[in-house]
């Protein structure tokens, strides 16, 4: 919906003129209420924005899409024909090549200057580019660096900047060293004509080199001078990411995207599931998402699961809207875990549960681990009997919520046979669903899916 709508009517906005931080928030603010309703956000937004795959929601990034739409407005205006509508904005990309005597200096040193906020935030969103960029391990891509606002090459943090050199030829390491690490002194001083400062400066640029490339330097050869400059360097669309050369030319602005989303990293709840079963395969977790026989709904539900965002009882109680215990057995705090896994009045409807799992796959075993996080490709290698499994037990859960919800809200109790009741009809007809839309002479997976449907089928059966 937010994508479909929401960012069909922004898109025309977000990429003619420039967007000021206060109007960015407010959509963000708009988006996420869409989600939440009037509650507090109950997951960050650094993992909403994951892909599916990765545990998220695969929300929308504004500020991403927004400095991928500038990187290719920017491709577009400096590279290809030489339309009338590209002559205003290179002359500004072009505005300060006089006084540092380089082609477009104020893109490759990522300088902004007297321009249109439009083409600052292009600049701005290139040098975000470099940010996501792999550093230089090799000398052959140490020495082919640009010197002048490089963030590798700082001095208190701050990139350097200076136009008499970069105009008299002093514009990249290979400048600066020779291919065995060895300063080039004499031709500096042969190019420099103001020899007054030279010392001073040269001492300047020698101390931003970052220490790790003058050992690289020292330790292996790179090629010659011109060869250096002639590698791509002066291409800004063409990166190092993850071990792989990436030409954003040839990107799709999907791909670009991906590329400067921020790196993943441990969350909260992930690191709450691995303090309490070890180590965890996180892939083989998510990959749930991808399992066809699920609705929506239900992959929604477990996405709140894991990270732990239900109104549990417990949860509720930190708003006084509740004692925090349990609505089933009315003795212990309801939390995630005891809900689901751990409540006594629970016992005889989970053991229906698993008889209907061992008719699937008789070797079954599942522990609290397999409950909550899903069965993993390691022990269960035949995907479509996986997902058959993780089927039964996803949907399982969700009528678990379904009961909890009817007692809380609706002042109905709901007996362990009703439940068992409303988990067969459920199934039943989940699968005459996923029969129709995969067909058992497809393909020899599809066989397989069908022998562990019709298994749990007859299962229901006979119960």
């Not at 963030?151 to 990139?159: A, D, G, H, L, S």
């Not at 949860?315 to 809207?321: G, N, P, S």
């Not at 129709?436 to 059966?461: M, R, V």
Request: with cysteine.
């Amino acid at each position: 919906m937010i994508k479909c709508y929401g960012m069909g009517i922004l898109n025309n906005y977000l990429n003619s003129t420039a967007v000021e931080d206060d109007v960015i928030k407010k959509c963000e603010s708009l988006f996420y209420k869409f989600i939440w309703g009037k509650g507090p956000e109950r997951v960050k937004r650094a993992i909403c924005i994951r892909r599916t795959v990765e545990g998220g929601l695969g929300m929308i990034d504004l500020r991403t899409i927004i400095r991928a739409n500038r990187i290719k407005t920017l491709q577009s205006i400096i590279e290809g024909s030489n339309e009338q509508w590209k002559v205003l904005p290179r002359m500004y990309f072009k505005s300060m090549d006089t006084k540092y005597g380089d082609t477009y200096y104020v893109l490759k040193a990522c300088k902004n200057c007297k321009m249109p906020e439009f083409y600052k935030e292009c600049i701005e969103a290139l040098s975000t580019l470099t940010k996501h960029e792999d550093l230089p391990d090799s000398s052959v891509k140490i020495l082919s660096q640009y010197l002048w606002g490089n963030p590798n090459i700082t001095i208190k943090e701050e990139p350097l900047h200076d136009p008499i050199w970069c105009r008299e030829g002093i514009k990249y390491v290979c400048d600066l060293f020779s291919n065995t690490g060895e300063i080039k002194r004499d031709y500096i001083n042969k190019t420099i004509s103001n020899k007054g400062s030279i010392i001073l400066k040269l001492n300047k640029l020698i101390a931003a080199i970052p220490k790790i490339w003058k050992e690289v330097l020292t330790m292996e050869q790179g090629g010659n001078d011109q060869s250096l400059k002639e590698q791509g360097i002066h291409n800004m669309f063409c990166l190092t990411v993850e071990g792989e050369s990436v030409d954003i030319n040839g990107l799709s602005l999907k791909k670009l995207k991906q590329i400067l989303v921020p790196k993943l990293c441990v969350s909260v709840c992930e690191q709450y599931w691995q303090d309490k079963f070890g180590d965890i395969e996180w892939n083989d977790v998510y990959d749930i998402y991808n399992n066809p026989l699920l609705e929506r709904k239900i992959k929604e539900f477990n996405w709140k699961i894991l990270n732990k965002c239900l109104s549990t009882e417990n949860r509720i109680k930190y708003f006084a809207e509740s004692d925090g215990v349990c609505k089933l057995c009315s003795i212990e705090d309801e939390n995630v875990e005891h809900m689901l896994f751990n409540c006594d009045a629970l016992g005889e409807y989970w053991s229906c549960v698993f008889r209907l799992l061992k008719c699937v796959l008789s070797s079954i075993k599942v522990d609290e681990q397999i409950f909550f996080l899903g069965f993993n490709k390691e022990e269960h290698p035949i995907l479509n009997t996986r997902h058959v499994l993780n089927f039964v037990l996803a949907e399982s859960k969700w009528i678990v919520w379904k009961r909890r919800c009817i007692i809380r809200y609706d002042n109905k109790w709901l007996t362990d046979k009703q439940m068992v009741c409303m988990i067969e009809s459920r199934l039943l007809q989940r699968i005459k669903i996923c029969e129709y839309q995969f067909p058992e002479s497809n393909s020899k997976s599809n066989k397989i899916l069908h022998d562990s449907l019709n298994n749990l089928k007859n299962a229901i059966s006979n119960n």
